[in-house]
T-cell receptor
Framework: NAGVTQTPKFRVLKTGQSMTLLCAQD?????MYWYRQDPGMGLRLIHYSVGEGTTAKGEVPDGYNVSRLKKQNFLLGLESAAPSQTSVYFC?????????????FGPGTRLTVT | GNSVTQMEGPVTLSEEAFLTINCTYTATGYPSLFWYVQYPGEGLQLLLKATKADDKGSNKGFEATYRKETTSFHLEKGSVQVSDSAVYFC???????????FGAGTRLTVKP
């Protein structure tokens, strides 16, 4: 049982480059989330999805896009990376049927933009 | 809006010391409250949770009580171990809503 996995674990980009982070979950969860973690700021929600084919903006969505083409996958894209996007990115998932909505987290992706 | 404030760290304790990490929240209605723990190089893991006033969440010797009158959910452990060294996050979700808000995190270091 892998839970939530993220690919890649580390990445270095130059300003202006693009990339996609992949999140996969094998728990058949309906809800999936992307967060960024910055020192002293906890986790902040970037985008989330309540089901296949649907996405919504979170607290800090600017500069990111997402897609949920399959229930088990949630992609986070950076079209033109900026140094301000240097962060650790976490994916999470939760079940629609659980209360409260306990979230399960992946191991994170450390992204550096130079 | 909904938010969580937790005590700033870092916190350094000796093994077997008593731990308290303060957490207060702002939310309308009756949010659910959580403590997550992040060990070095890993993602967050749920440590404990509480869904209504006066509920006590507990796990691995850690406890936290949902206090609506003081809007608090302080984390406590009677005797910490070196293996408890980690970053601890307080979080909330509004009732029937999956918009989770996190505190800034408190880094705990336990020395032998």
């Amino acid at each position: 049982n892998a839970g939530v996995t993220q690919t890649p674990k580390f990445r270095v980009l130059k300003t202006g480059q693009s990339m996609t982070l992949l999140c996969a979950q094998d728990m058949n969860h309906e809800y999936m989330y992307w967060y960024r973690q910055d020192p002293g700021m906890g986790l902040r929600l970037i985008h989330y999805s309540v089901g296949e084919g649907t996405t919504a903006k979170g607290e800090v969505p600017d500069g990111y896009n997402v897609s949920r083409l399959k229930k088990q996958n949630f992609l986070l894209g950076l079209e033109s990376a900026a140094p301000s996007q240097t962060s650790v990115y976490f994916c999470a998932s939760s079940s629609r049927d659980s209360h409260p909505y306990e979230q399960y987290f992946g191991p994170g992706t450390r992204l550096t933009v130079t | 809006g909904n938010s969580v404030t937790q005590m700033e760290g870092p916190v350094t304790l000796s093994e077997e010391a008593f731990l308290t990490i303060n957490c207060t929240y702002t939310a309308t209605g009756y949010p659910s409250l959580f403590w997550y723990v992040q060990y070095p190089g890993e993602g967050l893991q749920l440590l404990l949770k509480a869904t209504k006033a006066d509920d006590k969440g507990s796990n691995k010797g850690f406890e936290a009580t949902y206090r609506k009158e003081t809007t608090s959910f302080h984390l406590e452990k009677g005797s910490v171990q070196v293996s408890d060294s980690a970053v601890y996050f307080c979080a909330l979700t509004p009732y029937n809503n999956n918009d989770m808000r996190f505190g800034a995190g408190t880094r705990l270091t336990v020395k032998p």
